[in-house]
């Protein structure tokens, strides 16, 4: 009995994955457990959903009127939808957040900024991609919500007998409950619907009519009506949800067209006007009582508009408005929300279209409550003008210079006052009033500032709207007095003057004095005089004074005069200890000062402890750093170059940042023989003395097969280091080879004909063979130029001398 009770549960359960692998094809599902298939067999149905392009909901119908039932159902379309889920999961590892809501189809519709018709007020809320009136699922059910085809029920049981299971509303309008039976709820609301099945629960669950278990229903999907959309930018039908608005319909056709309304849209049910829809009151007030929920086979019809004008200028949102019959011009400015803070608001001007031509209409202001606006009107607000009817201005030596209110009657008493009085240094003889006239043009007006003051009314004059009132000062006056001091201070240059500045004052302020400062102090003041006199030759007077150097503070304290000029001395003698440097083969290198002011190679030298016993006396020479001053000069000279040619430029930069210094070669043997020769050189400041060590080598360098250094053999002439290192390559210009001596100095090969003179060669030379310069080659017909050329000439030649 036990293995009949195994055969047919294992017999069972292959007839329920053959009937789920052929889903589409059975014709009974009233036998197939969902709990009992595999994820292989889930997979297999959604592969045949797939093949006939149907979703799980729209293949509900089928497969309950095959016999599932509907909480078989539910559980498979749950399996379904999570192997859905779960794929789309692995394909994108972004895992988005469940929505807590109940599901509905997601309506969308993409949208693209209407430029055309961006001046319409109102269009931007139906072209906005991030604007968007979606209904929120996440709200509580409305009770008055009237069920249909493709909504979903959640019925619950709960308390000592149990019952879970979603529940869709079938084409026919009903529901199936297992163990109660079909109940019919289409075209009732959630409220009534929620009574008739606790009711018919209670007939089956003895509990529920005891009140031992409650039963809760809740909408969980939302079906998806239709309806349709006449004069929007996307006319069309529109699939949406069963919760959506009249402004959601709207906004997925993408709000009126071109010409549509938007104060005027009629929502149609069975075929009556249900709603005037007007979005201007959503527009300007916030108010959604036109944004009503839609049926199935609601239309929205969108006509033409009746009449639009254009607002232009100074308010806060111009464009073009859409007007009712019987609004006003105040109305018009209440949809554009009013004026700007620059508009002028006395008048408006309106240009107004007529049968044959234009017309242009002013608006008053106590006519912005009448004026009807008519079809085609174009109001233009302009900005106020640029003047001030009460302005008043003062500057110049006062407290409070500014722009003030001006009334009438006012005088210069009173602004003096509100500018809270004059300064100390107001020059009060005289004040300067810039007046407009009446025809725009300016005039000065002059007043005695100190009778103004006193009280004499004759001087206080009164003032007018637009006047510009400068209170002069008495430092304007005064020229800008200016001191110079040079030489030997810390600070030198120029400063500016004081009364009573004395010479003391200034060296202070100028830091002091150096430490080469010399007693002697130069003066040199103007000459001021109001006649000539030829027989005085002297442009300025000098003034000669003696200081204590070491000492600030002199005995005779000199008053100094403005544009005076100080020069303070040097000593005469002052000069700091200045080194130079030597290196290389000798007893005793290093950093030695200089001496006297003729001190020579050989002196520093013989300080240095002479030359070592293996010092070259052939390899020394003195290095001296380019000076700043001669890079300038470099600069200086005009080569007359082309404005792109950088020679002088490379050349400049060369010496900065390569060279850095200049080689003077020391013949050392003559030096030693005479001490007048010219090769000991009077040293510089910054000279280094190099004296390098013997090297027995030759090297060999350029434009040769193998660079390098061959043993020094005496006799040997400069051939035979050239062929020792294989002799020169094919772009070695041997002609032009040189050598370098080691002290600096450099020999080139020199001819006479047809005979070649090649340099001495020393040990711790450098030959150096040059490459040649390229040479253009002439072409064929280059030659044959050349040919005709000579043929030419040659025939001239002959006939010539015929």
Do not use: C
């Not at 409650?214 to 999907?221: I, K, N």
């Amino acid at each position: 009995m036990k293995y009949i009770k195994i055969i047919l549960l294992f017999t069972l359960m292959f007839s329920f994955q053959v009937k789920a692998q052929d889903l589409m094809k059975s014709s009974d599902l009233s036998t197939v457990k969902v709990d009992y298939l595999s994820d292989a067999d889930i997979a297999k149905i959604r592969t045949q959903l797939q093949n006939n392009n149907m979703t799980i909901d729209e293949a509900e119908a089928m497969i309950l009127s095959k016999g599932m039932s509907a909480a078989e159902f539910s559980k498979l379309k749950a399996r379904v939808n999570e192997k859905t889920v779960a794929k789309k999961n692995t394909e994108n590892p972004v895992v988005k957040k469940k929505d807590s809501g109940r599901a509905h189809d997601k309506i969308l519709n993409n949208k693209v900024k209407d430029s055309a018709n961006a001046l319409i007020f109102g269009s931007e809320l139906f072209d906005n991609p991030t604007l968007n009136f979606e209904p929120d699922s996440n709200l509580a059910t409305p009770m008055n919500y009237i069920l249909g085809p493709g909504d979903e029920l959640q019925v619950s049981v709960y308390g000592v007998q149990e019952y879970n299971a979603s529940i869709p509303v079938s084409v026919e309008g009903k529901i199936s409950i297992q163990y109660v039976g079909q109940i019919s709820v289409a075209g009732i609301s959630i409220e009534a619907a929620t009574q008739k099945i606790k009711a018919a629960i209670a007939k089956v669950y003895s509990t529920v009519r005891s009140g031992q278990s409650q039963v809760s229903v809740s909408l969980s999907r939302i079906r998806t009506i239709k309806i349709t959309i006449v004069g929007g930018k996307q006319p069309g039908n529109y699939s949406i949800s069963s919760l959506a608005t009249v402004y959601n319909a709207l906004h997925l056709a993408g709000g009126p067209g071109k010409n549509g309304s938007y104060r005027n849209i009629e929502l149609i049910r069975n075929n009556k006007v249900y709603k005037n829809i007007d979005i201007y009151r959503f527009l300007v007030k916030g108010d959604q009582s036109d944004n009503v929920a839609l049926k199935e086979n609601d239309v929205i019809r969108i006509p033409v508009y009746a009449q639009r004008v254009t607002v232009e200028g100074e308010v806060k949102r111009p464009g073009i408005f859409e007007m009712k019959k019987g609004e006003k011009f105040s109305d018009l400015l209440n949809f554009a929300s009013g004026f700007n803070e620059f508009a002028y608001t006395a008048s408006v001007n309106v240009l107004q279209k007529t049968g044959k031509e234009f017309k242009v209409l002013d608006i008053n202001e106590s006519e912005f409550s009448s004026y009807l606006p008519k079809s085609g009107d174009v109001f233009r607000i302009t900005k106020i003008l640029n003047r001030f009817e009460n302005r008043i201005k003062i500057d110049g030596a006062v407290f409070r210079p500014d722009y003030y209110s001006y009334t009438e009657g006012m005088r210069i008493s009173d602004l003096i006052t509100r500018a809270e009085g004059l300064k100390e240094d107001a020059y009060t003889k005289r004040a300067r009033i810039i007046r407009l006239k009446s025809d725009l043009t300016t005039e000065i007006v002059n007043v005695d500032l100190a009778s103004a003051l006193s009280g004499d009314l004759s001087a206080d004059i009164e003032l007018k709207r637009e006047d510009e009132v400068t209170v002069y000062s008495i430092l304007d006056f005064r020229e800008e007095y200016k001191i110079t001091i040079d030489g030997e201070v810390k600070n030198p240059g120029v400063y500016d003057y004081y009364d009573n500045l004395t010479l003391n004052d200034l060296v202070v302020q100028v830091g002091g004095l150096t430490g080469s400062a010399s007693k002697r102090v130069e003066i040199a003041r103007m000459i001021k005089s109001d006649e000539i006199d030829d027989t005085n030759p002297k442009r300025i007077e000098l003034v000669e004074l003696e200081i204590t150097a070491d000492n600030n503070e002199q005995v005779k304290n000199f008053v100094l005069k403005p544009f005076d000029v100080i020069n303070i001395r040097r000593m005469a003698v002052y000069e700091k200890p200045q080194m130079v440097t030597i290196t290389g083969a000798v007893a005793y290198p290093g950093k030695y000062v200089l001496a006297n002011k003729k001190e020579s190679v050989y002196n520093v030298v013989m300080r240095a402890g002479g030359l070592t016993s293996v010092a070259n006396l052939e390899g020394m020479k003195i290095k001296r750093p380019i000076k700043e001053e001669q890079i300038n000069e470099i600069k200086r000279v005009d080569l007359n170059l082309s404005k792109n040619d950088t020679l002088k430029e490379n050349l400049t930069k060369k010496l900065k940042e390569e060279l850095k210094y200049v080689t003077i070669p020391v013949d050392w043997k003559k030096i030693v023989k005479d001490k007048e020769h010219y090769s000991n050189v009077t040293l510089f400041p910054e000279d280094e003395i190099e004296i390098t060590t013997l090297n027995e080598g030759v090297k060999v360098t350029g434009n040769v097969l193998l660079n390098s250094e061959i043993p020094y053999r005496s006799g040997k002439g400069f051939k035979y280091y050239i062929n020792a290192v294989g002799g020169v390559d094919s772009k070695g210009w041997k002609k032009k080879a040189y050598i370098i001596y080691p002290n600096g100095k450099a020999a080139v090969t020199g001819s006479f004909l047809f005979f070649r003179s090649y340099p001495k060669v020393t040990p711790d030379s450098q030959i150096v063979v040059p490459e040649k310069p390229e040479t253009k080659k002439m072409t064929t017909g280059e030659w044959v130029s050349i040919g005709s050329v000579i043929t030419s000439l040659a025939l001239l030649i002959v006939t010539a001398f015929k």
